[in-house]
């Protein structure tokens, strides 16, 4: 079983609008929707498709639960979220469609209560079994220490699971304690995990000490996600692979990186090749990139033979 963590769901309304935003006065849009996001349930949905045995584990808010657990029915999603009172926070994202640019207003969601993430826990500590995968992912909401990703990466190990993760700064070097098998950073959540000044011109050998320090600090595997320059893979025995990338159009590359990962467990659930894994998780962080939503089996496997592997 592959376990897919969201401790800070969030629901992303989009308001698309023809005219400017301005502030201060009154404004009109030209249509919304509503999406129900969190890098784990993005991850889950994507290893359904993939028909993987998956579970989208979390917590969510009592008050507006309804739009995940009927999106959950809708696409036939395994799940078990605890409910915490409050409500799931909501992300307003205005898109000014003429210029196509986006203005976001984030919320900050529910104050998380103890008794209830120990009852997530618990649920980890009688349901794990030896060899099943744990993706722990994105931020933590309210209430919940830096160290959580830490204190479930103990209860992994000790029940020999494989723990996975794709989070930055505190949660991430905190987790590295753990050994976690993979990590999927970008450069830039790098550096500010390391207390390091970010440069987007950093050279190859720059890029290999930083994961150098990462594996220090306790990473076995590594995944660098460098957008459309494709991803670099360092592995526990010091092997680099160089992914290449697909081609088409993009159309949203929100839950492109969370694919990306989903593709790369996958490959691991599978027993495939180390090559063979990687083209399936390029393909589908770019099946997901060049589609509205999150991208379907059929669409990511015919983009992984587009895929080139390089061992470097």
């Known amino acids: ?17 023809n005219k400017k935003i301005e502030l201060g006065v009154t404004n009109y849009y030209n249509d919304e929707y509503k999406v129900v996001g969190g890098k784990g349930i993005n991850a889950g949905i994507i290893l359904k498709n993939l028909t993987a045995d998956v579970q989208a584990i979390g917590i969510m808010g009592e008050e507006n639960k309804e739009i995940f657990l009927n999106k959950f029915k809708e696409i036939n999603l395994n799940n ?17 469609l003429e210029s196509k640019q986006e203005t976001e207003l984030n919320g900050m969601g529910f104050n998380t209560k103890k008794e209830v993430l120990n009852q ?10 030896e060899n099943d995968i744990v993706m722990l992912t994105g931020s933590v909401a309210m209430s919940i220490e830096k160290d959580i990703y830490e204190q479930i990466g103990k209860l992994v190990n000790k029940k020999k699971a494989i723990l996975i993760c794709d989070a930055a700064n505190e949660l991430l070097k905190n987790v590295l304690k753990e050994k976690p098998f993979l990590i999927k950073p970008n450069l830039e959540e ?9 440069d987007e011109n950093i050279s190859f050998e720059e890029t290999k000490e930083l994961i150098k320090k990462l594996k220090n600090l306790g990473a076995q595997n590594v995944l660098l996600s460098m957008g459309s320059k494709g991803s670099l893979y360092f592995d526990s025995n010091n092997d680099i692979y160089k992914v290449g990338i697909a081609k088409g159009k993009l159309v949203n590359s929100v839950g492109a990186g969370d694919s990306m990962l989903a593709g790369f467990v996958y490959g691991k659930y599978k027993n495939l090749t180390i090559e063979n894994t990687l083209q399936y998780a390029a393909a589908s962080g770019a099946a997901t990139a060049f589609n509205e939503w999150l991208a379907s089996k059929q669409e990511i496997e015919n983009l992984v033979s587009q895929i080139k592997v390089e061992k470097l």
């Open 80 to 96: 078990n979220f605890f409910l915490n009172s409050g409500s799931t926070r909501v992300n307003y994202k205005i898109k000014h």
């Open 1 to 17: 079983m592959i376990y897919t963590l969201t401790l800070n769901p969030a629901i992303d309304h989009i308001v698309l609008a």
């Open 190 to 198: 790098i550096c500010s995990t390391l207390g390091l000044k970010f």
């Open 120 to 129: 997530l826990i618990q649920y980890l500590e009688n349901s794990l079994k």
